[in-house]
Nanobody, 125 residues
Framework: QVQLVESGGGWAQPGGSLRLSCEVFGRIFDSGAVGWFRQAPGKEREFVAVIKWNGGVYYGDAVTGRFFISRNNGENTVYLQMNRLKPDDTAVYYC???????????????????WGLGTQVTVSS
């Protein structure tokens, strides 16, 4: 069984930064992909970033150049560094894990097998 626990959400001013953490429990960290999605009220869940077992990273268009995903293998944790935050970044951010090591490119939404409960990020002045 895989469990994902997010932390690090909160409030930031426009232009500020936050770092989210996703601690991964279970045997998936070294063979799958761990990513971040977000969902704002009334909107569909949106892909943010993913890091694969082989180190490959992918970003959504809305965050490219501002957000950065990384992993600490020793701590089984994936981080999402969010810089130059905008009010449009306000959403619940979810950590997700895909267990299939043979996925090509960034996993699609329905290829993620496990989800965290989410953490709220609010960007406002």
């Amino acid at each position: 069984q895989v469990q994902l626990v997010e932390s690090g959400g909160g409030w930031a001013q426009p232009g500020g930064s936050l770092r989210l953490s996703c601690e991964v429990f279970g045997r998936i960290f070294d063979s799958g992909a761990v990513g971040w999605f977000r969902q704002a009220p009334g909107k569909e869940r949106e892909f943010v970033a993913v890091i694969k077992w082989n180190g490959g990273v992918y970003y959504g268009d809305a965050v490219t150049g501002r957000f950065f995903i990384s992993r600490n293998n020793g701590e089984n944790t994936v981080y999402l560094q969010m810089n130059r935050l905008k009010p449009d970044d306000t959403a619940v951010y979810y950590c997700a894990a895909a267990s299939n090591p043979r996925l090509v490119g960034a996993p699609r939404l329905n290829e993620y097998d496990y989800w965290g409960l989410g953490t709220q990020v609010t960007v406002s002045s």
